[in-house]
């Protein structure tokens, strides 16, 4: 039995921890969730450090919506660059999902975007756990998480 | 009996240490603070992780109050990241309290916004530490702390 | 026999990683290659640090293709980071291989460009890891990844 | 008898260092000043590192003086966050002492900043050290080194 | 006997290793040289950590060319953060000499830099190992390395 942990925030407009982990149940079995929610982005390195040290995790999902101004971009960039301090700490995945108010032009389009970008991510977390291989068959294709994929270059 | 560490600056206008500490007193039992003012948010990480390392603190609230100028916004980031570091370096908790003196049009606002973010800051802390079951049941409800919840999206 | 990591992403819109592994066959024997795919460039530090101490490599390649907006350069910028933390937590070299989209006026070249610069980087880890002398006698001469090289100064 | 050192540059245009350590000694006894000086504001965290390991110093005073180009502000940064890890590998205060080119309009305020600002710091030092119960009378008063003290929020 | 490592990159357009090494060998004795070569300014992080902690090198000199586009700029923060880490990891001093392309209005003029920038920071490696006090000296009179010393403040 595997650990997955899911850290998310009381900051964020939308219960993306509900939805991945939803997703997570729908792609495969297992696995155990482990939750744990803080305030911002910026508490989610070391919740993320925790579940995956002292939770035993073995890999976490983590989910925040920054908001539209500057200093949210810097918040989401200190939060990104501690939760890759983690990874190289435990040697271990942390999924970064975070959506970015100002991704959308409406709260809806917001709200899509979230539940479909934690979802996405969750089963790219399934795949790194599960299926590596998986991966592997798609890279270089231009995959992308909430909005259309990119494609492969022609 | 937990520790609660609260950290703040000689620079910031406005005592927020007080009306943090005031406000976990406010909350709940079962803690006891220890208090450590440095001159400025660059000086904020040492001085946490010394709280939680020497001090055998649980938690620290790290309290400033940025200027305005580029340069400040560059200091603000330069403590937040190394905010981060100690969390990382602990597996606990730093709640970053920061108010940046842009944020407010006048200083009778500016002061509003510091005491209110202090409070509902240092609420966030007695929940990590004493309730975090508290903080997953507002998972994806977007509060903040000093201005207007942003709410649910819908 | 040395072992080769390459690491990519299913983000990249291009298969950089079978250009690189192709031009190290060509361009020499005495390695075998492992490769891993991740989701997207933030998620290269760890897996090039699996590589490394746990896969046993002796030199990484990580190949990703950052998009063209402001968050992309930024992202990137966390995944260099990274990349750097990694290399100095194991004495060991990275090659960075990013193609950043905005670096191409069309989506041939890009492809032409993503191509030709994981190439001409896959014979830079060669170098690295059997011919060092290679890359002395090129110092100071303005080679490039990609592009024509700028050559020296006259 | 504890250690102070007082790292700083041969870029800066002023000497700084000479500066606090004069207030140093004006402001109390009971220590002993060690001197270190580096080429730039770069070089200054593993000069304060090595200081404080090596040179058994309790507390640094590091002491540049950032040009007022772009590049200027970038190599300030680089150095404010190594001195802000070196603080958290050792458990030690370094009180950073910068002053901007382009914070004054001529070379004679230039000059009277980096000295007041070097002597006001050199108390803070000494405060950390020696008496900090006087910064803890000092918090949320929005002190300020070097120009006037911007005062609490009314 | 002392060790002076030596690193540089194919990417720059001038040979500024032969320059410092050069100026080494006029400024005195007592050491010998270990040259390491890298294709990018990014690699130079782990290639200065390698000469230090397995080359057993006394202090190194990082000599790069980083390139006048944004992005360059970004490679550079990134190196230099990164010989900044190496610097605290290994107690030893790292002379970061990067002549950036923006500051020639010629090819000449650039070469020109870049020599005489090599060359004066090769005497400030040589200061920092074998006659400290020279630097103490020169502490606070704006020195440069290339461009005109700016001289104390008056």
Not at 7 to 29: N, Q, V, W
Not at 87 to 113: G, M, R
Request: aromatic letters at 6%; hydrophobic letters at 45%.
């Amino acid at each position: 039995m595997r650990l997955v942990g899911v850290a998310d925030t009381t900051f964020a407009r939308f219960d993306m921890a509900a939805a991945a982990i939803d997703e997570l149940k729908k792609t495969g079995t297992g696995f155990k969730v482990v939750r744990r929610t803080v305030p911002g982005i910026k508490d989610l390195p070391v919740a993320c450090k925790i579940l995956l040290e002292e939770g035993m995790c073995d890999i976490v999902i983590a989910l925040g919506m920054p908001g539209a101004q500057e200093i949210d971009r810097m918040c989401a960039h200190e939060a990104s660059a501690g939760l890759i301090q983690v990874q190289l700490q435990t040697n271990k995945h942390i999924i970064e999902v975070f959506v970015h108010e100002s991704e959308a032009e409406s709260d809806k389009e917001l709200a899509w975007l979230a539940e479909r970008r934690a979802r996405e991510h969750a089963v790219n977390a399934y795949d790194l756990l599960f299926r590596p291989e998986r991966l592997e068959r798609m890279a270089g294709t231009g995959q992308r998480q909430g909005f259309d994929d990119a494609g492969r270059l022609r």
